[in-house]
Protein backbone atom coordinates (compact mmCIF):
# COMPACT_ATOMS: atom_id res chain seq x y z
CA UNK A 1 0.00 0.00 0.00
CA UNK A 2 1.70 3.14 -1.33
CA UNK A 3 1.26 6.29 0.80
CA UNK A 4 -1.35 7.91 -1.72
CA UNK A 5 -3.65 5.05 -0.89
CA UNK A 6 -2.66 5.71 2.70
CA UNK A 7 -3.78 9.36 3.10
CA UNK A 8 -6.95 8.31 0.90
CA UNK A 9 -8.06 5.64 3.43
CA UNK A 10 -7.43 8.51 6.02
CA UNK A 11 -9.78 10.81 4.31
CA UNK A 12 -12.28 8.58 3.63
CA UNK A 13 -12.13 6.80 7.77
CA UNK A 14 -12.20 10.35 8.69
CA UNK A 15 -15.89 10.67 7.11
CA UNK A 16 -16.69 7.59 8.34
CA UNK A 17 -15.87 7.86 11.81
CA UNK A 18 -18.88 10.24 12.25
CA UNK A 19 -21.48 8.29 11.44
CA UNK A 20 -20.31 5.15 13.52
CA UNK A 21 -19.42 7.83 16.33
CA UNK A 22 -22.92 9.20 16.15
CA UNK A 23 -24.43 5.54 16.15
CA UNK A 24 -22.11 4.00 19.56
CA UNK A 25 -21.92 7.22 21.17
CA UNK A 26 -18.09 7.90 21.26
CA UNK A 27 -16.61 11.00 20.13
CA UNK A 28 -15.79 10.86 16.26
CA UNK A 29 -11.95 12.27 17.27
CA UNK A 30 -11.82 8.92 19.13
CA UNK A 31 -13.13 6.20 16.63
CA UNK A 32 -11.00 8.05 13.82
CA UNK A 33 -7.79 7.00 16.57
CA UNK A 34 -9.15 3.84 16.54
CA UNK A 35 -9.70 3.51 12.64
CA UNK A 36 -6.11 4.87 12.27
CA UNK A 37 -4.71 2.14 14.27
CA UNK A 38 -6.39 -0.16 12.29
CA UNK A 39 -5.52 0.91 9.19
CA UNK A 40 -1.64 0.83 10.89
CA UNK A 41 -2.31 -2.86 11.10
CA UNK A 42 -2.58 -3.50 7.39
CA UNK A 43 0.53 -4.83 6.02
CA UNK A 44 3.07 -1.79 3.97
CA UNK A 45 0.41 0.60 5.46
CA UNK A 46 2.96 3.47 6.62
CA UNK A 47 2.89 7.48 5.89
CA UNK A 48 5.87 9.69 6.67
CA UNK A 49 5.26 12.96 5.77
CA UNK A 50 7.87 15.63 5.75
CA UNK A 51 8.21 17.00 9.58
CA UNK A 52 8.78 20.38 8.53
CA UNK A 53 5.15 20.28 7.18
CA UNK A 54 3.17 18.67 9.74
CA UNK A 55 2.03 21.76 11.70
CA UNK A 56 1.76 24.64 8.46
CA UNK A 57 -0.47 21.88 6.90
CA UNK A 58 -2.89 20.34 9.41
CA UNK A 59 -3.05 23.01 12.32
CA UNK A 60 -4.14 26.42 10.73
CA UNK A 61 -7.20 25.28 9.35
CA UNK A 62 -8.41 23.28 12.27
CA UNK A 63 -7.59 26.55 14.35
CA UNK A 64 -9.46 28.84 12.27
CA UNK A 65 -12.23 26.50 12.58
CA UNK A 66 -12.49 26.47 16.18
CA UNK A 67 -12.08 30.05 16.22
CA UNK A 68 -15.06 30.90 13.77
CA UNK A 69 -17.56 29.19 16.13
CA UNK A 70 -16.76 31.23 19.39
CA UNK A 71 -16.53 35.35 19.91
CA UNK A 72 -14.10 37.53 21.66
CA UNK A 73 -15.55 38.98 23.96
CA UNK A 74 -16.79 35.56 25.44
CA UNK A 75 -12.91 35.47 25.73
CA UNK A 76 -12.11 38.67 26.75
CA UNK A 77 -14.84 38.17 30.04
CA UNK A 78 -13.02 34.88 31.04
CA UNK A 79 -9.54 35.55 30.52
CA UNK A 80 -8.20 35.21 33.98
CA UNK A 81 -8.81 31.84 34.33
CA UNK A 82 -7.77 31.06 30.60
CA UNK A 83 -4.58 32.69 30.75
CA UNK A 84 -4.15 30.25 33.86
CA UNK A 85 -4.93 27.11 31.92
CA UNK A 86 -3.25 28.14 29.04
CA UNK A 87 0.10 29.86 29.86
CA UNK A 88 0.74 29.17 33.50
CA UNK A 89 -0.28 25.84 33.29
CA UNK A 90 1.27 24.70 30.30
CA UNK A 91 4.33 25.90 31.75
CA UNK A 92 4.02 24.36 35.06
CA UNK A 93 3.10 21.19 33.17
CA UNK A 94 6.34 20.98 30.85
CA UNK A 95 8.24 21.27 33.76
CA UNK A 96 7.02 18.17 35.21
CA UNK A 97 6.97 16.27 32.45
CA UNK A 98 10.72 16.68 32.07
CA UNK A 99 11.39 16.69 35.36
CA UNK A 100 9.71 13.02 35.12
CA UNK A 101 11.19 12.42 31.63
CA UNK A 102 14.80 12.73 33.14
CA UNK A 103 14.62 10.95 36.23
CA UNK A 104 12.97 7.75 34.78
CA UNK A 105 14.27 4.81 32.39
CA UNK A 106 13.81 5.24 29.14
CA UNK A 107 16.06 8.65 30.44
CA UNK A 108 15.90 11.62 27.87
CA UNK A 109 18.46 14.34 27.88
CA UNK A 110 16.98 17.62 29.63
CA UNK A 111 16.90 19.38 26.19
CA UNK A 112 14.55 16.61 24.63
CA UNK A 113 12.71 16.63 28.06
CA UNK A 114 11.62 19.91 27.86
CA UNK A 115 10.79 19.36 24.35
CA UNK A 116 8.68 16.21 25.21
CA UNK A 117 7.22 18.45 28.18
CA UNK A 118 6.10 20.96 25.37
CA UNK A 119 4.68 18.19 23.47
CA UNK A 120 2.11 16.84 25.57
CA UNK A 121 1.27 19.61 27.69
CA UNK A 122 -1.52 21.83 25.85
CA UNK A 123 -5.09 19.92 25.38
CA UNK A 124 -6.09 20.30 21.84
CA UNK A 125 -8.90 22.42 20.86
CA UNK A 126 -9.98 20.30 18.15
CA UNK A 127 -10.98 17.27 20.83
CA UNK A 128 -12.39 19.12 23.67
CA UNK A 129 -14.34 21.09 21.15
CA UNK A 130 -16.03 17.76 19.03
CA UNK A 131 -16.41 16.33 22.45
CA UNK A 132 -17.13 19.16 24.78
CA UNK A 133 -19.59 20.49 22.22
CA UNK A 134 -21.98 18.01 22.05
CA UNK A 135 -22.43 17.83 26.01
CA UNK A 136 -24.15 21.09 26.79
CA UNK A 137 -22.05 22.10 29.14
CA UNK A 138 -22.50 25.44 31.44
CA UNK A 139 -21.66 28.39 29.35
CA UNK A 140 -18.23 29.29 31.32
CA UNK A 141 -16.94 25.81 31.28
CA UNK A 142 -17.35 25.56 27.43
CA UNK A 143 -15.37 28.67 27.19
CA UNK A 144 -12.94 28.14 29.55
CA UNK A 145 -12.15 24.76 28.08
CA UNK A 146 -11.98 26.23 24.16
CA UNK A 147 -10.38 29.10 25.40
CA UNK A 148 -7.89 27.42 27.10
CA UNK A 149 -7.59 24.30 23.89
CA UNK A 150 -6.91 27.70 21.53
CA UNK A 151 -4.94 29.89 23.31
CA UNK A 152 -2.61 27.16 25.21
CA UNK A 153 -0.52 26.19 21.66
CA UNK A 154 0.73 29.43 21.64
CA UNK A 155 2.79 28.95 25.34
CA UNK A 156 3.34 25.25 24.61
CA UNK A 157 4.50 25.82 20.20
CA UNK A 158 7.48 28.60 21.81
CA UNK A 159 8.43 26.14 24.36
CA UNK A 160 8.77 23.88 22.02
CA UNK A 161 10.58 25.98 19.53
CA UNK A 162 12.62 27.40 22.00
CA UNK A 163 14.10 24.08 22.95
CA UNK A 164 14.11 22.89 19.56
CA UNK A 165 16.51 25.82 18.74
CA UNK A 166 18.66 24.87 22.27
CA UNK A 167 18.86 21.53 21.85
CA UNK A 168 20.23 22.27 18.37
CA UNK A 169 22.78 25.00 19.94
CA UNK A 170 23.85 22.74 22.72
CA UNK A 171 21.86 25.00 25.66
CA UNK A 172 19.26 26.37 26.64
CA UNK A 173 18.18 29.86 28.42
CA UNK A 174 15.11 30.60 30.60
CA UNK A 175 15.60 34.50 29.88
CA UNK A 176 16.07 33.03 25.86
CA UNK A 177 12.50 31.64 26.04
CA UNK A 178 11.22 34.40 27.96
CA UNK A 179 12.03 37.04 25.14
CA UNK A 180 11.20 34.44 22.44
CA UNK A 181 7.29 33.92 23.62
CA UNK A 182 6.81 37.68 24.38
CA UNK A 183 8.11 38.47 20.55
CA UNK A 184 6.09 35.30 19.19
CA UNK A 185 2.92 36.75 20.90
CA UNK A 186 2.80 40.38 20.19
CA UNK A 187 4.45 39.68 16.47
CA UNK A 188 1.91 36.72 16.44
CA UNK A 189 -1.04 38.74 17.08
CA UNK A 190 0.15 41.80 14.61
CA UNK A 191 0.65 40.07 11.63
CA UNK A 192 -3.04 38.09 12.71
CA UNK A 193 -4.63 41.85 12.36
CA UNK A 194 -2.94 42.71 9.57
CA UNK A 195 -4.16 39.50 7.98
CA UNK A 196 -7.43 40.23 8.69
CA UNK A 197 -7.48 43.90 7.31
CA UNK A 198 -5.94 42.36 4.35
CA UNK A 199 -8.88 39.44 3.31
CA UNK A 200 -11.69 42.03 5.11
CA UNK A 201 -10.63 44.64 1.77
CA UNK A 202 -10.57 41.43 -0.25
CA UNK A 203 -13.89 39.90 0.43
CA UNK A 204 -15.67 43.18 -0.45
CA UNK A 205 -14.18 42.80 -3.94
CA UNK A 206 -15.31 39.15 -4.43
CA UNK A 207 -18.84 38.76 -6.16
CA UNK A 208 -19.84 35.71 -5.57
CA UNK A 209 -20.37 33.76 -2.03
CA UNK A 210 -18.42 30.56 -3.65
CA UNK A 211 -15.11 32.75 -4.27
CA UNK A 212 -15.18 34.39 -0.56
CA UNK A 213 -15.77 30.79 1.17
CA UNK A 214 -12.96 29.58 -1.15
CA UNK A 215 -10.78 32.99 -0.50
CA UNK A 216 -11.23 32.14 3.82
CA UNK A 217 -9.28 29.04 3.46
CA UNK A 218 -5.82 30.80 2.83
CA UNK A 219 -6.71 33.11 5.78
CA UNK A 220 -5.30 30.55 8.45
CA UNK A 221 -2.71 29.13 5.81
CA UNK A 222 -1.54 33.20 5.15
CA UNK A 223 -1.82 34.31 8.67
CA UNK A 224 0.24 30.65 10.07
CA UNK A 225 2.92 30.99 7.25
CA UNK A 226 3.51 34.73 7.38
CA UNK A 227 4.34 34.64 10.74
CA UNK A 228 6.07 31.50 11.33
CA UNK A 229 8.65 33.06 8.37
CA UNK A 230 9.56 35.69 10.98
CA UNK A 231 9.29 33.18 13.92
CA UNK A 232 6.66 34.83 15.68
CA UNK A 233 3.49 32.67 16.43
CA UNK A 234 1.76 31.35 13.83
CA UNK A 235 -1.33 30.46 16.26
CA UNK A 236 -1.55 33.43 17.58
CA UNK A 237 -2.15 35.36 14.04
CA UNK A 238 -4.76 32.41 13.03
CA UNK A 239 -6.68 33.18 16.14
CA UNK A 240 -5.80 37.06 16.00
CA UNK A 241 -6.98 37.10 12.43
CA UNK A 242 -10.00 34.81 13.08
CA UNK A 243 -11.78 37.34 15.79
CA UNK A 244 -10.81 40.01 13.77
CA UNK A 245 -12.87 39.26 11.02
CA UNK A 246 -15.55 37.77 12.85
CA UNK A 247 -15.69 40.80 15.05
CA UNK A 248 -15.99 43.69 12.01
CA UNK A 249 -17.58 41.48 9.10
CA UNK A 250 -21.04 40.31 10.83
CA UNK A 251 -23.61 41.69 7.61
CA UNK A 252 -27.06 40.71 8.08
CA UNK A 253 -28.15 40.16 4.90
CA UNK A 254 -25.16 38.36 3.87
CA UNK A 255 -27.41 35.13 3.21
CA UNK A 256 -25.14 33.22 0.68
CA UNK A 257 -22.26 34.15 2.40
CA UNK A 258 -22.91 32.77 5.52
CA UNK A 259 -24.84 29.55 3.91
CA UNK A 260 -21.65 28.80 1.88
CA UNK A 261 -19.48 29.61 4.42
CA UNK A 262 -20.09 27.33 7.02
CA UNK A 263 -21.17 24.06 4.61
CA UNK A 264 -17.63 24.68 3.19
CA UNK A 265 -15.73 24.92 6.40
CA UNK A 266 -17.31 21.90 8.14
CA UNK A 267 -16.19 19.85 5.31
CA UNK A 268 -12.89 21.29 5.63
CA UNK A 269 -13.02 20.73 9.28
CA UNK A 270 -14.13 17.46 9.10
CA UNK A 271 -11.74 16.36 6.72
CA UNK A 272 -8.90 17.68 8.66
CA UNK A 273 -9.95 16.62 11.72
CA UNK A 274 -10.84 12.85 10.78
CA UNK A 275 -7.51 12.45 8.72
CA UNK A 276 -5.60 14.40 11.68
CA UNK A 277 -6.33 11.72 14.33
CA UNK A 278 -6.67 8.82 12.22
CA UNK A 279 -2.59 9.96 11.92
CA UNK A 280 -2.62 9.67 15.69
CA UNK A 281 -3.90 5.94 15.17
CA UNK A 282 -1.77 5.21 12.61
CA UNK A 283 1.55 6.71 14.34
CA UNK A 284 1.12 4.90 17.38
CA UNK A 285 1.17 1.72 15.62
CA UNK A 286 4.16 2.66 13.59
CA UNK A 287 5.52 3.54 16.83
CA UNK A 288 5.10 0.33 17.92
CA UNK A 289 6.71 -1.46 15.15
CA UNK A 290 10.22 1.05 15.68
CA UNK A 291 10.70 0.41 19.36
CA UNK A 292 10.80 -3.08 18.38
CA UNK A 293 11.72 -5.40 21.86
CA UNK A 294 12.18 -2.45 24.25
CA UNK A 295 8.49 -1.32 23.48
CA UNK A 296 7.10 -2.28 26.93
CA UNK A 297 9.91 -0.33 28.84
CA UNK A 298 8.88 3.21 26.66
CA UNK A 299 4.75 1.64 27.05
CA UNK A 300 6.02 2.48 30.86
CA UNK A 301 7.62 5.64 30.13
CA UNK A 302 4.62 7.01 28.15
CA UNK A 303 2.18 5.68 30.85
CA UNK A 304 3.96 7.11 33.68
CA UNK A 305 3.75 10.36 31.65
CA UNK A 306 -0.06 9.77 31.67
CA UNK A 307 -0.23 9.93 34.97
CA UNK A 308 1.83 13.08 35.04
CA UNK A 309 -0.41 15.56 32.91
CA UNK A 310 -3.60 14.35 34.55
CA UNK A 311 -1.80 14.45 38.33
CA UNK A 312 -0.71 17.66 37.46
CA UNK A 313 -3.87 18.88 35.82
CA UNK A 314 -6.04 18.17 38.65
CA UNK A 315 -3.80 19.15 41.53
CA UNK A 316 -3.69 22.59 39.39
CA UNK A 317 -7.20 23.09 38.97
CA UNK A 318 -8.02 21.91 42.56
CA UNK A 319 -5.71 23.95 44.03
CA UNK A 320 -4.83 27.13 42.29
CA UNK A 321 -8.64 27.07 40.76
CA UNK A 322 -10.44 26.93 44.65
CA UNK A 323 -7.71 29.80 44.88
CA UNK A 324 -9.12 31.41 42.21
CA UNK A 325 -12.25 30.79 43.32
CA UNK A 326 -12.12 31.99 46.53
CA UNK A 327 -10.27 35.63 45.07
CA UNK A 328 -13.08 36.08 43.04
CA UNK A 329 -15.74 35.05 45.00
CA UNK A 330 -18.24 38.53 44.34
CA UNK A 331 -17.90 37.93 40.52
CA UNK A 332 -17.85 33.94 39.52
CA UNK A 333 -18.97 33.87 36.02
CA UNK A 334 -15.84 32.82 34.48
CA UNK A 335 -14.38 30.02 36.88
CA UNK A 336 -15.88 26.77 37.35
CA UNK A 337 -18.23 26.66 40.47
CA UNK A 338 -18.07 23.93 42.57
CA UNK A 339 -16.27 20.88 42.52
CA UNK A 340 -17.88 19.37 39.71
CA UNK A 341 -17.44 21.60 37.36
CA UNK A 342 -13.86 21.44 38.36
CA UNK A 343 -13.65 17.92 38.00
CA UNK A 344 -14.95 18.06 34.65
CA UNK A 345 -12.22 20.58 33.58
CA UNK A 346 -9.43 18.86 34.97
CA UNK A 347 -11.01 15.32 33.29
CA UNK A 348 -11.30 17.10 29.61
CA UNK A 349 -7.62 17.74 29.16
CA UNK A 350 -7.96 15.69 25.63
CA UNK A 351 -3.99 15.88 23.96
CA UNK A 352 -4.32 15.05 20.04
CA UNK A 353 -3.12 17.14 16.89
CA UNK A 354 -1.54 19.46 18.64
CA UNK A 355 0.99 16.85 20.94
CA UNK A 356 1.00 14.34 17.67
CA UNK A 357 2.13 17.14 15.26
CA UNK A 358 4.93 18.69 16.95
CA UNK A 359 5.97 15.49 17.83
CA UNK A 360 6.28 14.36 14.37
CA UNK A 361 7.56 17.46 13.29
CA UNK A 362 10.69 17.00 14.82
CA UNK A 363 13.86 16.78 12.93
CA UNK A 364 14.51 12.85 11.98
CA UNK A 365 18.08 13.90 13.74
CA UNK A 366 16.86 14.54 17.01
CA UNK A 367 17.80 13.08 20.12
CA UNK A 368 15.03 10.54 21.44
CA UNK A 369 12.44 11.62 18.02
CA UNK A 370 11.80 7.91 18.22
CA UNK A 371 10.64 7.67 21.56
CA UNK A 372 8.94 10.89 21.94
CA UNK A 373 6.84 10.19 18.76
CA UNK A 374 5.98 7.10 20.60
CA UNK A 375 4.89 9.12 24.39
CA UNK A 376 2.69 11.66 22.54
CA UNK A 377 1.27 8.79 20.59
CA UNK A 378 0.33 7.26 23.81
CA UNK A 379 -0.18 10.51 25.06
CA UNK A 380 -2.67 11.07 22.25
CA UNK A 381 -4.96 7.63 22.04
CA UNK A 382 -5.24 7.04 26.29
CA UNK A 383 -6.20 11.11 27.00
CA UNK A 384 -8.51 10.59 23.85
CA UNK A 385 -9.78 7.30 24.63
CA UNK A 386 -10.59 7.03 28.41
CA UNK A 387 -11.53 11.01 29.08
CA UNK A 388 -13.13 11.13 25.73
CA UNK A 389 -15.40 8.03 26.52
CA UNK A 390 -16.26 8.82 30.03
CA UNK A 391 -16.95 12.62 30.04
CA UNK A 392 -19.96 12.26 28.96
CA UNK A 393 -21.22 10.45 31.93
CA UNK A 394 -19.22 12.20 34.02
CA UNK A 395 -21.00 15.35 33.13
CA UNK A 396 -24.27 13.31 33.75
CA UNK A 397 -23.46 12.19 37.51
CA UNK A 398 -22.21 15.95 38.06
CA UNK A 399 -25.56 17.32 36.79
CA UNK A 400 -23.62 20.01 34.71
CA UNK A 401 -25.93 19.30 31.49
CA UNK A 402 -27.56 22.60 32.60
CA UNK A 403 -26.14 23.89 29.06
CA UNK A 404 -28.45 22.31 26.59
CA UNK A 405 -31.66 23.88 28.48
CA UNK A 406 -29.80 27.37 28.62
CA UNK A 407 -28.67 26.65 24.82
CA UNK A 408 -32.67 25.75 24.26
CA UNK A 409 -33.96 28.72 26.11
CA UNK A 410 -31.33 30.94 24.65
CA UNK A 411 -32.71 29.82 21.17
CA UNK A 412 -36.70 30.65 22.45
CA UNK A 413 -35.26 34.41 23.27
CA UNK A 414 -33.42 34.60 19.77
CA UNK A 415 -36.67 33.90 18.23
CA UNK A 416 -38.90 35.72 20.17
CA UNK A 417 -36.48 38.77 19.59
CA UNK A 418 -36.40 37.60 15.60
CA UNK A 419 -40.31 38.03 15.37
CA UNK A 420 -40.23 41.16 17.34
CA UNK A 421 -38.13 42.58 14.72
CA UNK A 422 -39.66 41.32 11.88
CA UNK A 423 -42.97 42.43 12.93
CA UNK A 424 -41.80 45.91 14.13
CA UNK A 425 -40.72 46.13 10.30
CA UNK A 426 -43.84 44.60 9.00
CA UNK A 427 -46.15 47.16 10.91
CA UNK A 428 -43.85 50.12 10.03
CA UNK A 429 -44.58 48.48 6.07
CA UNK A 430 -48.15 48.50 6.80
CA UNK A 431 -48.39 51.72 8.40
CA UNK A 432 -46.82 53.66 5.22
CA UNK A 433 -49.40 51.60 2.95
CA UNK A 434 -46.76 49.43 1.33
CA UNK A 435 -48.54 46.18 2.37
CA UNK A 436 -52.53 45.78 3.06
CA UNK A 437 -53.78 44.74 6.56
CA UNK A 438 -54.80 41.06 5.03
CA UNK A 439 -50.86 41.09 3.85
CA UNK A 440 -49.32 41.96 7.00
CA UNK A 441 -51.08 39.69 8.63
CA UNK A 442 -50.81 36.84 6.20
CA UNK A 443 -47.00 37.92 6.19
CA UNK A 444 -46.84 37.61 10.22
CA UNK A 445 -48.06 34.18 10.10
CA UNK A 446 -45.86 33.10 8.03
CA UNK A 447 -42.50 34.36 10.03
CA UNK A 448 -43.57 33.05 13.03
CA UNK A 449 -43.88 29.95 10.90
CA UNK A 450 -40.61 29.99 9.61
CA UNK A 451 -39.19 30.71 12.90
CA UNK A 452 -40.51 28.09 14.42
CA UNK A 453 -39.79 25.45 11.39
CA UNK A 454 -43.50 25.39 10.26
CA UNK A 455 -45.01 25.82 6.83
CA UNK A 456 -48.40 27.34 5.60
CA UNK A 457 -50.41 24.81 3.78
CA UNK A 458 -52.81 27.28 2.52
CA UNK A 459 -52.06 27.07 -1.29
CA UNK A 460 -53.85 30.59 -2.43
CA UNK A 461 -51.65 31.85 0.45
CA UNK A 462 -48.64 29.81 -1.19
CA UNK A 463 -49.49 31.62 -4.39
CA UNK A 464 -49.58 35.13 -3.17
CA UNK A 465 -45.93 34.59 -0.90
CA UNK A 466 -44.39 34.50 -4.34
CA UNK A 467 -45.45 38.42 -5.06
CA UNK A 468 -44.24 39.40 -1.90
CA UNK A 469 -40.33 38.26 -1.87
CA UNK A 470 -39.38 42.01 -1.45
CA UNK A 471 -40.98 42.63 2.04
CA UNK A 472 -40.30 39.08 3.21
CA UNK A 473 -36.71 39.89 2.66
CA UNK A 474 -37.62 43.48 4.65
CA UNK A 475 -38.72 41.39 7.28
CA UNK A 476 -36.24 39.00 7.29
CA UNK A 477 -33.20 41.58 6.97
CA UNK A 478 -34.54 42.95 10.26
CA UNK A 479 -34.62 39.55 12.38
CA UNK A 480 -31.53 38.64 11.13
CA UNK A 481 -29.87 42.22 12.39
CA UNK A 482 -31.86 41.78 15.62
CA UNK A 483 -30.62 38.40 16.41
CA UNK A 484 -26.96 39.28 14.79
CA UNK A 485 -26.75 41.99 17.65
CA UNK A 486 -26.42 39.73 20.15
CA UNK A 487 -24.08 37.24 19.26
CA UNK A 488 -21.16 38.26 21.30
CA UNK A 489 -23.36 37.03 24.32
CA UNK A 490 -24.76 33.33 22.44
CA UNK A 491 -22.58 33.00 19.62
CA UNK A 492 -24.00 29.01 19.51
CA UNK A 493 -27.72 30.16 19.92
CA UNK A 494 -27.25 32.82 17.24
CA UNK A 495 -25.47 30.57 14.39
CA UNK A 496 -28.33 27.87 15.40
CA UNK A 497 -31.02 30.75 14.63
CA UNK A 498 -29.30 32.66 11.82
CA UNK A 499 -28.92 29.69 10.43
CA UNK A 500 -32.62 29.05 10.40
CA UNK A 501 -33.48 32.38 8.84
CA UNK A 502 -30.61 32.11 6.31
CA UNK A 503 -32.22 28.72 5.04
CA UNK A 504 -35.44 30.50 4.32
CA UNK A 505 -33.91 33.63 3.32
CA UNK A 506 -32.23 31.63 0.45
CA UNK A 507 -35.29 30.05 -0.53
CA UNK A 508 -37.21 33.38 -1.29
Given at each position: MDERTVILALLVLGL???????????????????FGAGLGLVPGATLDPPPELILPVLLPPLLYAAVQ????????????????????LVFVTT????????????VLPLGAAVVLGAVTAPPDPAAVTAVAGRLGLPRRTATLLSGEGLFNDVTALTIYQV?????????LSAWSAVGAFGYAALAGAGIGLLAGLLFGWLFDRLPTAELRAALSLLIPYTAYLTADSVHASGVLAVLAAGFWLGATRADPDDVAGRLSGRNFWDVIEQLVTGFTFGLIGLEFIQALDDLGPGVWAYTRFALLICLTLVAVRFAWMFG?????????ARDPADVPVGWGETLVVAWAGMRGVVTIATALALPRDFPGRTQIVFVAAVVAVVTLLVPGVTLPWLVRRTGLTTGAKRRQEAERELVAVAQEAGLRRLEELRADGTVGAETARRLGEWQRAILLDEEAEDDEWVRQRKRLGDVRAELLSAARAAVLARREREPEAVDDVLRRLDLHSSVY
Open positions: LCVPVGARWRIPAPVVATLQTSWRRFARGWRPILLLAVAAAVAAVATRIHPAVAGVAAGSVGGLTRRLR
